[in-house]
């Protein structure tokens, strides 16, 4: 979880600070607020002004953002599920500042047959989170699908809550994504929104990853379907299908199962995806989902990109997307995390920009995201084998700040320059005092203007402890690279 060190001698150290100041690693002070460490709660209800999308708060009242990576195992199954996460996942993503983690777990492993769970399977995922909190990163546990599920030669939904009808279906293996328009495939997204009986075993499979998980430090929070599409009508074009889907279909079964989630887990939340034809800068149909702890969560991606094209700064794509993506968290107030984003092919020659002009972008309006995907190797991965980053995935690992004790007024990183600044209003007397910032690998020089000081628990990590109210204005300044 986020870790919050406040201890009394940095309190008055706050409080008589000079209006500069600049710490180094204080070792005897940072051991000292370590054992002292305030276990904050993760999870709270967004709030914003009007027009601007929510932030994610913590119980503190602190602005939270979440940076890191989707964690997968798609290729085993059965008694080898999962067997490819270990912990050098958590300790890396660690290590290059990450603090979130979107795990896929499949429903077809969860359930084999309908109403036995596996206990083998839901021990590897608690193992897993244990990885996770022993190196402070938080967990989305999302109920990934691809292509509805392994009747289809897929991960998912169990073949036992597969309904086609007798449609057919072909394979593609060329370009799996259109396998979802082939007709056994939308027909079977069909009856599992509408078919009694499939809601209730929906339902069931969320309570029974609730119940088990809803006081694991390491969980923030659950995704109840990955990526969900749904059945076109006669004559219906792809975006108002999904407007209609969303609207009709989606909208239901999020209230249906977060009201699951709910009845076991009563704090954590709840993050809801449109459909993918978002990533065409499609707003979604979604409507209001009745609960208090929602995060709307949609994934970025460009069909042509995805296709293998590069990335036409010209096309205005980007700010396409952002100006879409974000009239539903305005219209609802919940905060936006970004479920998945990342080309395949991320050495084009304007991937660069892209990267660049991507993390402007999600900076502007979500409170964090995770990238596609965390591996050691080749196409989507993060990382090469001998974990440096693949190119252009370096500039995803700029400084932010994990948590900030006040309200924001500003944040940026200069990617040329190597600088980020973060300008807020610290809380008042009864707030947190602490904002906690997470630097990337390299020698980095913190810096706070205000009634505030800086200190250095742990490589990797700074704290600013700002008296109540105060104007503090934060800089991070990177003297050499990682």
């Given amino acids: 979880m986020l870790r919050t060190t406040l201890v009394a001698g940095a309190l008055a150290a706050a409080l008589l600070a000079p209006t500069t100041a600049t710490a180094t690693t204080p070792?005897?002070?940072?051991?000292?607020?370590?054992?002292?460490?305030?276990?904050?709660?993760?999870?709270?209800?967004?709030?914003?002004?009007?027009?601007?999308?929510?932030?994610?708060?913590?119980?503190?009242?602190r602005v939270l953002t979440l940076r890191g990576w989707n964690v997968e195992d798609k290729a085993n199954r059965g008694p080898a599920a999962l067997s490819a996460i270990t912990e050098k996942h958590f300790r890396d993503l660690r290590a290059q500042g990450f603090n979130f983690a979107r795990l896929l777990v499949f429903w077809d492993d969860l359930e084999p047959r309908p109403g036995q769970y596996s206990q083998d399977y839901l021990h590897k995922i608690g193992r897993i989170l244990d990885w996770a909190e022993k190196h402070d990163v938080k967990v989305l546990i999302d109920a990934h699908q691809d292509v509805f599920g392994p009747a289809f030669g897929h991960r998912g939904i169990p073949e036992w809550a597969t309904r086609t009808d007798g449609l057919p279906f072909e394979r593609n293996p060329d370009d799996w994504f259109s396998e979802?328009?082939?007709?056994?495939?939308?027909?079977?997204?069909?009856?599992?929104?509408?078919?009694?009986?499939?809601?209730?075993a929906q339902a069931r499979m969320w309570r029974v990853l609730a119940e088990r998980f809803d006081d694991h430090p390491a969980v923030l929070g659950y995704d109840p379907i990955n990526e969900p599409m749904g059945e076109l009508g006669e004559g219906e074009d792809l975006p108002t299908a999904a407007r209609r889907i969303e609207r009709e279909q989606l909208t239901p079964m999020y209230n249906r199962l977060a009201d699951a989630i709910r009845s076991a887990d009563p704090d954590a939340w709840v993050f809801v995806e449109p459909t993918p034809i978002v990533g065409e800068g499609v707003p979604t149909g979604l409507g209001r989902i009745d609960d208090p702890q929602v995060v709307y969560a949609p994934h970025f991606y460009n069909t042509g990109m995805e296709a293998g094209a590069d990335y036409d700064p010209a096309a205005g794509w980007i700010e396409s997307y952002e100006q879409a993506v974000t009239r539903y968290p305005r219209e609802y107030r919940v905060p936006v995390v970004v479920g998945e984003w990342g080309p395949l092919n991320n050495s084009l020659p304007n991937m660069?920009?892209?990267?660049?002009?991507?993390?402007?972008?999600?900076?502007?309006?979500?409170?964090?995201?995770?990238?596609?995907?965390?591996?050691?190797?080749?196409?989507?991965?993060?990382?090469?084998?001998?974990?440096t980053f693949r190119t252009n995935k370096e500039l995803t690992a700029e400084p932010y700040a994990e948590a900030v004790a006040g309200t924001v007024r500003g944040s940026?990183?200069?990617?040329?320059?190597?600088?980020?600044?973060?300008?807020?209003?610290?809380?008042?007397?009864?707030?947190?005092?602490?904002?906690?910032?997470?630097?990337?690998?390299?020698?980095?020089?913190?810096?706070?203007?205000?009634?505030?000081?800086?200190?250095?628990?742990?490589?990797?990590?700074?704290?600013?402890?700002?008296?109540?109210?105060?104007?503090?204005?934060?800089?991070?300044?990177?003297?050499?690279?990682?």
Avoid: K
């Fill in 352 to 387: 660069n920009r892209f990267y660049r002009d991507a993390m402007a972008s999600l900076g502007r309006y979500s409170s964090g995201w995770a990238g596609y995907v965390w591996c050691y190797g080749g196409g989507y991965c993060a990382v090469n084998a001998d974990g």
């Fill in 412 to 482: 940026s990183f200069d990617a040329a320059a190597r600088v980020y600044r973060l300008e807020y209003e610290a809380a008042g007397p009864r707030g947190s005092r602490v904002t906690e910032l997470s630097l990337p690998p390299g020698a980095w020089q913190v810096a706070a203007r205000g009634q505030a000081v800086v200190l250095r628990p742990a490589p990797g990590r700074a704290l600013v402890i700002a008296a109540p109210g105060s104007r503090v204005t934060v800089t991070v300044t990177a003297t050499a690279r990682g």
């Fill in 27 to 61: 070792t005897a002070t940072a051991r000292a607020a370590d054992q002292a460490a305030d276990h904050a709660a993760d999870r709270a209800a967004p709030g914003a002004a009007d027009g601007v999308v929510p932030a994610l708060t913590d119980a503190r009242g």
């Fill in 180 to 200: 979802y328009f082939q007709p056994a495939v939308q027909r079977a997204f069909t009856h599992l929104y509408e078919d009694a009986d499939l809601r209730r």
